[in-house]
């Protein structure tokens, strides 16, 4: 008789070399994803865990930053304000500084008005009012005295008379000793 099937069975020993080599591999695809498994679901566990702690600190956390950004405003302000007092400190004790040479007209015009007051490099006008002449000339003497000021002259005196009052108003003028004025 023919054989009529052309398909041949496989032999046991291959049959049991594919069934090993099935298991094998199922074997380890299994303990491939047990293992993707576990270390996933460790890393999960860290992950939630981490994430209940950052809710717990969230509002420590939030102080916090509030706490950092107000103390850095503060640095910041504390730095700008030291350095404009430096630049102020600078300003008043500099050697030739215009506010020591008001300081002494001021002195100078203790009891009398300052009505105007021109202060530059090289000269000094001052116009003000006083009660007397004899004040004016006082005035004029004090500024001589000083050694911010040269050639103190007094221009002119003249009355005015105010309501119930007599005054006196004066002109002054003088030479700034450039050793002390810019």
């Known amino acids: 008789m023919k054989h ?36 996933h679901g460790f890393q999960l566990y860290e992950w939630i865990t981490l994430r ?29 304000i030291g350095y404009k007092t430096n630049k102020m400190k600078q300003k008043i004790e500099q050697a030739k500084n215009p506010l020591d040479h008001m300081q002494t007209i001021i002195a100078a015009c203790a009891g009398s008005a300052i009505q105007s007051l021109n202060l530059d490099a090289h000269r ?41 009052k007599k005054s006196y108003d004066f002109k002054i003028q003088a030479e700034v000793n450039r050793n002390t004025l810019i």
């Open 52 to 80: 209940a702690e950052l809710k717990e600190l969230k509002p420590n956390i939030d102080h916090l930053n509030a706490h950092t950004k107000k103390q850095s405003e503060l640095a910041q302000k504390k730095e700008e």
């Open 124 to 164: 000094m006008s001052l116009n003000g009012s006083c009660t007397k002449p004899e004040d004016a000339i006082l005035i004029v003497q004090k500024l001589n005295q000083s050694s911010h000021f040269k050639n103190v002259a007094l221009s002119s005196v003249q009355p005015q008379l105010t309501y119930q």
């Open 4 to 39: 009529i099937n052309f398909v041949d069975s496989v032999p046991k020993k291959k049959q049991t070399e594919a069934r090993f080599w099935a298991t094998l591999t199922l074997i380890l695809i299994i303990g491939f994803a047990l293992v993707l498994t576990l270390t």
